[in-house]
């Protein structure tokens, strides 16, 4: 099975940026939509991007619009997510995930859930 691994959390003060990467091994990131999610003490797991290569599209939950930003590597089968203008609310465990290419559609976001997930890692934003 593909697996993902997050990194590039970190403590930040409102307003700073953070990038975070995840990086896919058994698996080409080609072949997947590959998810950002995050997890706030208290509350469910939210989807908060995607982005699938094969069809072109990524998304953004209402939560990340204007503010977050992801990307792909191809050469380093490593996705990005490009974080500015933080905010306290978006202290959270963040995890990278993977499933089949349709679950990047342009709707889903931020309900939808996929079928792999990789260990996550901790944003904390400082007011």
């Known amino acids: 099975d593909v697996q993902l691994q997050a990194s590039g959390g970190g403590l930040v003060q409102a307003g700073g940026s953070l990038r975070l990467s995840c990086a896919i091994s058994?698996?080409?990131?080609?072949?997947?939509?590959i998810g950002w999610f995050r997890q706030a003490p208290g509350k469910e797991r939210e989807g908060i991007s995607c982005?699938?290569?094969?069809?072109?599209?990524?998304d953004y939950a209402d939560s990340a619009k204007g503010r977050f930003t992801i990307s792909t590597d191809i050469a380093k089968n490593t996705v990005y997510l490009q974080m500015n203008s933080l905010k306290p609310e978006d202290t959270a465990v963040y995890y990278c995930?993977?499933?089949?290419?349709?679950?990047?559609?342009?709707?889903?976001?931020?309900?939808?859930?996929?079928?792999?997930y990789g260990q996550g890692t901790q944003v904390t934003v400082s007011s």
């Open positions: 995930a993977a499933d089949r290419p349709v679950y990047c559609s342009g709707y889903g976001l931020p309900h939808i859930r996929y079928s792999y």
């Open positions: 058994r698996g080409t990131v080609e072949n997947y939509a």
């Open positions: 982005i699938s290569s094969d069809l072109g599209v990524t």
